[in-house]
Every structure is written in structure tokens, then in C-alpha cells.
């Protein structure tokens, strides 16, 4: 316990791995899940599957996923470092190489308040936490290295750090049959749309640096521009559509994110750090040698924006196990989205019905590496409850693991 | 199909809860540390203090020793009279007034007027008749402070007694003629017949007497300066002499006169080594040859002259004396230097202020110089250990703009001893020579490698890990050797002008071992 404890710790550095929802249950499939959400957690995965046939019931906090992750640091390199007491060169060059530009660091959570379905429509609300951090791989260098090179930059694109955490209370319907002729399969579609409730955002809008070290002195500036919300308002909406074009066989489409947005009406501040010194020599220390600035600014309302990402999704469902597919695509970078396209797929073992078990894998995006899920679960009809594990860049959790996720689910449905 | 899922299961449950987890502790590494130390300009006018180092003409500095010679504060002008009358006859009634030639034995001083600081008059009646009722003898030339005139009359005593002369004056207090003839009028009376003799007196002024004031003339009087009143002290680099040849040098001093005599310098200015003995003395003449008068002091005040010497100078300082001294040096007073009588107090003295101007213009030869006092430098307890485990090597980076006419290549020899041959490795620990070139060197090769397109000069200073650990010891020391570079034979001036600067911009390049301490 102590061990699994030290892992989770390790991993507090965090960031959000994953688009679209991730309470527990879709996790375990590694975010494969859209043709499998079925009654009011199809709200956020496909629309198009709330229908009549399946009913379910989500308890407050007990459907929850946690992710820990970042693209550095393994269990592995740590032992290594620990046990020879030394970082050597080929440690740091490991670590530069695995940066790949920077250290990016996620944490997410999200857990379920309530929902439910009546018929073709549906309920639910849950709670969402983003936390994403970036860092520069120049800051390690200089940390590991040393300043061997003459100057070094720093931008947002490397240094970042973008929070935000917020509630949804969504209103889906779905298993609307689209008129079609009858040579055509049958096609349903849905709608949801999500009250977004801005609980707080915190997002860097500036980061410009740079560490200057040659015979005219020392130069270092920081400019960063830190951005604080709390209390806002917004919308979101998504559209499904599903279909079952083979026996055993369901697609679907989404585009999620309509109109995104939260706006941020309350606690609306920029706080502006900036430290500068520049020509700094060491027989000049004596005197106050940088000059260090900070300043709180109230701003006026303003909006978070949740790009549209499209996803396909495909589920054959067999007696014994069902396989999924999903192929996301972002139209932009945020703490939810990701213009890198992802593709996740799943399992589901049946052979035993009150114990089903659950792989999954995912391939990384700009903002995340690939991952595996394992899962299982016990279920004694109508109820379910589930544990899952996702091990980050790593096929097994371990050494190698980068991150680790932890799901619970439980489920009440007919 | 399920028992190989459950299997994998159980294994995965199994890698997350058997990971083994070392225990943290501080790592350690390497890294490659670039630190801007210092950009700092050094002007030569801030060598200047006014007092050693001053800015001469054209701005070129100049290396200034001062020093001083004053006589005594108690000058004593001795005058001997030649007065001896013996047995001169004492008549009742009228006496006719005495009159004894008085002149200087040693023909030194020719008094008008002196007020006296010691001497004394000796006197002795003889026989003198019991009917005797005053027998008296006034000193016309000597006069009481009140003004009246110096007298001694018979008292019954017939020895010699001697009348102390202290603080009366002698002479004419006019001014008005040489005092070269002592008048005594002698009076007596008795009650016997007029004419008759009543006895004899003798008179004697022949003792030296001190004047605390004199007018008249004085004939090759000295008044010699104090020995070793100012002598001025230099402390070169070794070899100093066979490295620069000063091209000229001044000798300057500034005399006040508070005597009322003008006088005549005499004497020499000495500079020698004391190391190696050599000696080089030059007698204390204009540089036309002729001797250096002082005006007397007037009314207005002390007598001052200025004088400049310039010959044998250059030479002189061309031994890099480290003591300078005048010797032998005195006052002259002569009365073919001045028409007319002079004065002189006890209280009045000669200062003369001198100063010995070198400006720093030479030539330099390829040679060397060392400092004569290597650096002591003590290293603490955690430097001593940082330098030990922590610091790998490391590159000291100079970039010198130079805009000086002098160039050098510096040794830096550090040592466990005090005294090192720089020629001996066996006896120090490390040597590192680093170059910097002057101005001209580099104008002429600007496209050499250590210069950059502004000027400057890229000067390395490197130590690997053994040097490095030198500096893990309490106490070393570190001597510094200049091979300067030579000027062909041109003639170089230091100037103290704002350009006249050397700017450097130093960075140390170090591998840094860190550590938990550090």
C-alpha cells in the first residue's frame, strides 16, 4: 500500500490525458467507449444511445476516474538514480530525450453527481477537474547540464500551466430514428447539451523567458501572465448518430463541443509576474541585483473556449467478448481537446458474466503518450462494480509506467 | 480464454504491488557552470592620489617622492669679542670714557646690533683706595631691555666677577653703523683730590656670546639642514632596471627663507639601492652649473625660490633607487650674495621641500619583473573543501580591451613557500602564463586569433582538477612575474586620460561537482 501510496505521489505532477468524459467505466476500455455508453452516460459519449431499452441509475461519486501522468519519469529511471547516488550523463540525455521539448505533467479527475434515463432522455451531472502543467526541457538542462550554451529561451509553448475544474448538468435525448428508405440500415440520432458551471480556471497567457550567460553578464527575465476565473456559465452540445450496419455490429459519429465555452462572470483577475536583471556580474551581487514585479489586475468577463472534436466509433459486441474502436479528432488545443488524433480501442471479456474483464489502449496525442487499461469487475445484475488500472507508456504497470489511473464504477441498470 | 485473462490479471496486480521503490536519497552530478564575474574598467587616472602619483604635463602620469630638509629651530650665530683690558687706572674726578675695539675673533659676524642669548662681562677693581665713594663703569654698547645702559660699580669686592648678559642688547640699535668699538664710560669719586688714583679695574668681553637676534653681516656662516630630516622611500619590482628606461626625471625644491640673509644651497641629493649598493650622488646645482641662492626674508615675509634640476636626474633614477636622501646639505650665508646687512633669529629657520618627479615615460625592454612580496592567499575550510570535491576544472575567461601601450605576458606562480625561482619548477606547484598584448600590438595584428573584431583580447586561464586541487590547501601563495613586451625602442608615455583605460570582462567556465552540500 505504502508503494502504490509512493506511486500516486510521484505522479501528483499531473495533466489531462483524455478527451470527452472519463468517469470510471470509460477509462477501463482506455477511452474507448463511445458505442458502449448506453442510458444517461451516453449524455457524453454518444447522444444517439439513449434510448428506451436501456436503463440505468448513476450513484453520486461512485462512478470516478483519476489520472495521473507525465512523460518523463518512470519508477524505473528513479531506482537507477537512487541506487547509484548519481545522475550520469547518460541518466540526463535519457531524460532530455524522453522530454521530447518539455516536461508536460497531467492530473484529472472526474466523478459522477447523478443521472439517469426515462426513455429516450436523459440526465446527468458530474464534476470535472483539468490540471496540465509544461516545462521546458532548458530548465532541466540547465539543472543537469549547466548553463553550457550561451542563451536559452523560454516560451508558452513549453511553459504552461492550465487548471480548470467545473460541473455539468446535462440534458440528452436520443434513439431518434432518422427517416431513411428501407434499403438503408437504420441510423438514430441524438442530442445533449451540458449547463457548464465554472467552478475555477487558472491558465498561463504569457510565458516569455530567457537565461543569457557571456561576457556582458548575466541576463535573466521572466514574463508571465497568470489568468484567474472563478464562477462562471456555460454550454456545450453534442450530437450522435448510431447505427448497426452488421449483425453484432454499431457505429457512430459525435461532434462534441458545440458552442463550447465558459464564461467566467465572478472572480476575474490577471496576476503579472515578471522578474528582470540583466548584466549581472558576480562582483556586482552586493547590490539588489533584480528587480522583481507583481501585479493584480481585475479583467473583465471572459470565455474558455472547448474546441469541437469529431469521433468515430465501432463496437462489435460477440457472446463471449466485445471489441471497440474509437478514432477522436480535436479542432484544438485545450486542457479537454487535442489536434492530435487518438485512437483508442477495447475489450470485454464475458465468459464469466458476473466477472467481466477489460483491456484497453490508446495511442498518445501532442499532450499525452499512449497508455493500457486493465479492468475488472463484479456484477450480479442489476448492479456492477468495476476497478480499473491504466499504466502510461508502459504495457504493464511498473517500472516503466510513466503515470497510472485508478477507476471505480458503479452501476445500477436494467 | 478466461483463465489466461484472469492470469494476466493477477500478474498485473502482482507488478504494481511488488515494484520496488529505493530509498530516496540525494543524487549526485555533473554540470557545466558559466558565470559572469566581472566587467569593470580600470583608468589609469585612478592611480592618481595627488601625493605619489600626479598627472604631469600632457597628462602623462607621473611617479612623485617627496621629502623635506629644515634646519634646527635653535639657530645660534656665536660671536667672540676680543675685549681684555687689564689694570686700567681708576682717577678721582674725571675719567676719560674707555674705548675697546670690538670684532669677531673668528671674523664670522660683523655686529651692528644683537640682542644676546648667552654671554657675560668680567670685571675685577684692584687697590681701590677706602676713601672711595663710587666707582662705576657704564657699557655704552650694552643696554638693559628698558633701554638704559648696561653698568657695574664697585661694591668692595675685588675679585673677578662675572655679569651675565642675557636678554640685553649689544650694538646699535639704529642700525645705523657697524658695532666695532665698545665705549665704557668710567665714573669715580672719593674725597681725595681730583686726579688722584684710587685703583685699577679690569675688563674682559672675550667669551663667547650667543645671539638670539643679530643684524649685520655674517661671513660663511652654515646653517646645516637636519640629517635625515625626509628621506624618500621607493619599493620597486625586481629587475625593474633592466626592464624600463626612464627617459627623464625632475628634481624640485621648494625653499623658504625666514632669515634675513640671502644663502647659498650646498650639498648633494643621493639615491641609492640598498640591495646591490649602487649609489649615485649629484650635487645640488642649477643646470647651468651655478649655485642656487634663496632670497632673504623681508618684510613681507619668508624669502622663497623654486628650483628645477633636471641634469643627472634621469640618470640617477634610472637605478630605480629605493632611497633617496639629500646629504651633506646646508645654508650658506655670505655677504657678497647681498649688499647691505642681513638679520637672523634663533627661531628662524630654512625649509626646503623637494620632490622627486619621474613621469612614466620609458622605453621597455623584453625582460622581467617580479613582485618582491608574493600574494598570501588563505583559503577557508568549505573552499578548501568545494575546491576539493566539488569544483572539476574550470576555465577563468579575461576579455581585455587594452587601450594602454603596454603589453605583458603574466606568470602566475603559486607555491607552497614564500620565495619562489621562477625559473625552478621544483619549486612551486603550478605556473600559468596568460598574455596580454598593448594597444599598438594589437592594431598591428588585428586578425589574430585572440582578438576579436572590437579589440579585444581572449585571454584563457585553465585548470584541471589536479591544479584545481592546489586550492584545497589552508594557505598558498601566489607570485607574480610580468614579461613585458617591448616597445622596439619607442618611447612610451602613460597618460591619465579617460581613454587611458583597461576594460575587463571575466567569466569562469567551472565543472561543479554538486553535491548535497552544494
Known amino acids: ?414 | 480464454m478466461k483463465r489466461p485473462v484472469l492470469f494476466l490479471l493477477v500478474i498485473l496486480l502482482f507488478l504494481v504491488v511488488g515494484c520496488e521503490i529505493k530509498k530516496p536519497v540525494f543524487p549526485e552530478w555533473d554540470l557545466n557552470l558559466r558565470v559572469p564575474l566581472m566587467n569593470r574598467s580600470f583608468f589609469v587616472s585612478d592611480l592618481v592620489d595627488s601625493v605619489n602619483i600626479v598627472l604631469g604635463d600632457d597628462d602623462v602620469l607621473v611617479l612623485r617622492g617627496t621629502g623635506f630638509a629644515y634646519t634646527q629651530e635653535d639657530t645660534k650665530v656665536r660671536f667672540t669679542p676680543q675685549v681684555n683690558a687689564s689694570g686700567v687706572p681708576l682717577v678721582s674726578g674725571v675719567n676719560p670714557p674707555l674705548s675697546f675695539p670690538i670684532a669677531d675673533a673668528q671674523n664670522r659676524v660683523e655686529l651692528w646690533y644683537g640682542v644676546i642669548s648667552a654671554g657675560a662681562v668680567k670685571v675685577r677693581f684692584n687697590n681701590i683706595n677706602p676713601q672711595t665713594q663710587q666707582a662705576k663703569l657704564t657699557f655704552n654698547g650694552i643696554y638693559l631691555p628698558n633701554g638704559s645702559a648696561f653698568e657695574i660699580e664697585y661694591d668692595g669686592n675685588t675679585d673677578w666677577v662675572s655679569y651675565p648678559l642675557a636678554g640685553y642688547g649689544i650694538g646699535n640699535a639704529d642700525l645705523s653703523a657697524q658695532f666695532d668699538q665698545m665705549n665704557v664710560n668710567v665714573t669715580v669719586s672719593s674725597s681725595l683730590p681730583n686726579g688722584t688714583v684710587v685703583g685699577s679695574v679690569d675688563v674682559q668681553l672675550n667669551e663667547r656670546i650667543n645671539f638670539s637676534e643679530m643684524h649685520g653681516k655674517l661671513n660663511d656662516f652654515d646653517i646645516p639642514a637636519l640629517e635625515n630630516a625626509g628621506t624618500i622611500s621607493i619599493d620597486y619590482p625586481e629587475n625593474l632596471e633592466n626592464t624600463v628606461r626612464l627617459m627623464e626625471a625632475k628634481l624640485k625644491l621648494i625653499v623658504q627663507n625666514e632669515v634675513g640673509f640671502m644663502c647659498e644651497i650646498q650639498g648633494a641629493i643621493k639615491a641609492e639601492r640598498t640591495d646591490s649598493g649602487q649609489q649615485v650622488i649629484v650635487p645640488l646645482v642649477n643646470d647651468d652649473g651655478t649655485a642656487m641662492i634663496v632670497p632673504a626674508a623681508d618684510a613681507n615675509g619668508a624669502g622663497t625660490e623654486v628650483f628645477t634640476l633636471e641634469n643627472g636626474i634621469g640618470n640617477m633614477m634610472q637605478i630605480m633607487p629605493n632611497k633617496i636622501s639629500l646629504i651633506n646639505m646646508k645654508y650658506v650665508l655670505r655677504p657678497d650674495l647681498m649688499s647691505g646687512i642681513g638679520s637672523i633669529r634663533s627661531t628662524e629657520r630654512l625649509l626646503c621641500n623637494y620632490q622627486v618627479d619621474v613621469p612614466f615615460t620609458m622605453i621597455f625592454f623584453d625582460n622581467y619583473l617580479k613582485l618582491k612580496h608574493p600574494i598570501e592567499l588563505s583559503i577557508d575550510k568549505d573552499n578548501r573543501r568545494m575546491f576539493e570535491n566539488n569544483i572539476g576544472e574550470a576555465d577563468l575567461q579575461f576579455l581585455v580591451l587594452n587601450n594602454l601601450p603596454l603589453g605583458c605576458e603574466m606568470q602566475m606562480i603559486f607555491s607552497e613557500q614564500r620565495d619562489v625561482d621562477h625559473l625552478d619548477s621544483s619549486t612551486y606547484l603550478m605556473k600559468k602564463v596568460v598574455t596580454l598584448h598593448s594597444k599598438q600590438w594589437v592594431e598591428n595584428n588585428p586578425n589574430d586569433p585572440s582578438v576579436n573584431s572590437d579589440g579585444e583580447q581572449l585571454i584563457s586561464f585553465k585548470l584541471t582538477q589536479d591544479e584545481m586541487n592546489i586550492f584545497s590547501k589552508p594557505t598558498i601563495y601566489l607570485n607574480l612575474v610580468f614579461n613585458m613586451e617591448g616597445s622596439n625602442g619607442q618611447q612610451v608615455s602613460i597618460k591619465g586620460t579617460t581613454a587611458d583605460h583597461v576594460r575587463v570582462k571575466s567569466m569562469i567556465k567551472a565543472k561543479l561537482h554538486v553535491t548535497e552540500d552544494i
Open chain 1, 1 to 414: 500500500m505504502k508503494r502504490i501510496s509512493f506511486l500516486l505521489l510521484i505522479s501528483l505532477l499531473a495533466l489531462p490525458l483524455m478527451a470527452s468524459s472519463f468517469t470510471g467505466r470509460p477509462m477501463m476500455f482506455a477511452g474507448s467507449y463511445m458505442m458502449r455508453a448506453y442510458g444517461s452516460e451516453a449524455n457524453y459519449w454518444n447522444p444517439a444511445l439513449v434510448d428506451f431499452e436501456k436503463i440505468d441509475f448513476w450513484w453520486p461519486l461512485l462512478d470516478t476516474g483519476v489520472l495521473i501522468s507525465n512523460n518523463t519519469f518512470d519508477l524505473d529511471f528513479y531506482n537507477r538514480v537512487m541506487g547509484k547516488g548519481e545522475i550520469s550523463k547518460e541518466d540526463k540525455d535519457l531524460l532530455i530525450q524522453n522530454m521530447d521539448g518539455n516536461l508536460r505533467v497531467n492530473m484529472l479527475a472526474q466523478t459522477n453527481l447523478l443521472g439517469f434515463n426515462i426513455g429516450g432522455a436523459a440526465l446527468s451531472a458530474s464534476l470535472h477537474n483539468y490540471n496540465r502543467a509544461a516545462f521546458s526541457e532548458n530548465y532541466l538542462k540547465l539543472l543537469l547540464y549547466g548553463n553550457e550554451e550561451e542563451e536559452y529561451l523560454f516560451s508558452n509553448k513549453h511553459n504552461n500551466l492550465a487548471s480548470i475544474s467545473f460541473a455539468d448538468v446535462t440534458v440528452g435525448m436520443g434513439a431518434i430514428r432518422i427517416p431513411l428508405p428501407e434499403k438503408y440500415p437504420d441510423i438514430n440520432f441524438g442530442w445533449s447539451g451540458s449547463l457548464l458551471l465554472g467552478i475555477h480556471e487558472l491558465k498561463t497567457t504569457r510565458f516569455d523567458g530567457v537565461f543569457r550567460s557571456n561576457f556582458d553578464g548575466l541576463k535573466l527575465q521572466q514574463d508571465v501572465v497568470l489568468r484567474k476565473g472563478v464562477g462562471g456559465f456555460g454550454f456545450k452540445g453534442m450530437i450522435g448518430f448510431a447505427t448497426s450496419p452488421a449483425e453484432n455490429l454499431d457505429v457512430g459519429l459525435t461532434l462534441d463541443n458545440i458552442l463550447g465555452n465558459i464564461q467566467w462572470m465572478l472572480g476575474k483577475q490577471e496576476t503579472h509576474y515578471k522578474i528582470s536583471a540583466d548584466s549581472i556580474y558576480v562582483a556586482d551581487l552586493e547590490s539588489e541585483f533584480y528587480v522583481r514585479e507583481e501585479v493584480d489586475r481585475n479583467i473583465k468577463s471572459y470565455s474558455t473556449r472547448f474546441p469541437m472534436e469529431v469521433a468515430l466509433g465501432a463496437l462489435y459486441d460477440a457472446k463471449m467478448v466485445s471489441l471497440s474502436a474509437d478514432l477522436r479528432q480535436g479542432f484544438g488545443e485545450s486542457p479537454l481537446t487535442s489536434k492530435t488524433g487518438t485512437l483508442s480501442v477495447g475489450a470485454e471479456f464475458k465468459q464469466l458474466d458476473f466477472l467481466p474483464i477489460r483491456l484497453g489502449f490508446s495511442t498518445g496525442n501532442s499532450i499525452a503518450p499512449w497508455r493500457v487499461a486493465y479492468s475488472v469487475g463484479l456484477r450480479a445484475k442489476p448492479i456492477e462494480l468495476s476497478f480499473g488500472v491504466q499504466s502510461v507508456q508502459s504495457l504493464f504497470p511498473g517500472y516503466k509506467t510513466k503515470g497510472v489511473s485508478f477507476a471505480l464504477s458503479f452501476r445500477t441498470g436494467i
